[in-house]
């Protein structure tokens, strides 16, 4: 009779403590999503919208590569060749003299490049980050964070590459990595360009050496 009554006692304690937690949890819950309005009405009005109002055209496509020994480097090297208006650049580790030749290309043939990269990964005399500025293109880095880790691509505003994928022959040959490129995807573009603006204001620049 003893254990029984104990049992019961034990059991109203746990339904109290779990009521309580599931109180907690939503209160919890309810304080995120004031404080995160605007960001959870993005997120909602972006895949809530109807089939007339979608954000991501009918043309939109994706494209994507692994490596090593993969097609992650074409993938970019065709998004960077088929850019005709502006293409902007947040990278890690920028080593890769395939990509930067292909930037240096973009930017003579008029297409406006700019590149910010992580400021400890490419302080070398020579890599892609200054051979690019040596040769006009504008270039920042940036100090202010512990890594820097970016890697992505925006490219007349309307695809974007990303993933694990650094700017470097390391990436190609030995690293496990994957590449992927959205074709017009002007909302998500915009969203990243947004960020990669705000990176660029506090970086700094990278003068040429000659």
């Known amino acids: 009779m003893k254990l029984r009554v104990k049992s019961r006692a034990k059991s ?55 490596s090593p020994k993969g097609k992650s480097l074409n993938i970019i090297l065709d998004g960077i060749k088929k850019a005709e208006k502006s293409i902007i650049v947040a990278a890690y580790s920028f080593t890769s003299k395939p990509i930067s030749t292909a930037l240096l290309d973009a930017h003579k043939r008029g297409v406006a490049v700019r590149v910010v990269a992580d400021a400890k990964s ?5 890599s892609a980050v200054t051979f690019l500025a040596n040769q006009g293109v504008p270039v920042r880095v940036n100090s202010r964070y512990a890594i820097f880790h970016h890697k992505f691509m925006v490219i ?13 022959a390391a990436a190609v040959d030995r690293n496990a990595e994957n590449v992927l490129l959205l074709r017009d995807f002007p909302e998500i573009a915009k969203v990243y360009a947004q960020e990669w603006q705000r990176l660029w204001n506090e970086s700094k620049e990278v003068k040429p050496n000659y």
């Open 12 to 66: 109203k304690i746990l339904s109290v403590f779990y009521r309580f937690l599931a109180l907690a949890l939503v209160a919890l819950a309810t304080i995120y999503m004031v404080q995160s309005k605007d960001r959870v009405s993005s997120f909602i009005s972006f895949f809530a919208s109807s089939p007339d109002q979608s954000p991501v055209p009918s043309s939109a496509t994706l494209e994507v590569g692994f």
């Open 122 to 126: 490419n302080s070398g005399a020579y």
């Open 156 to 168: 007349d505003n309307r695809h974007v590459q990303t993933g694990s994928f650094n700017y470097s």
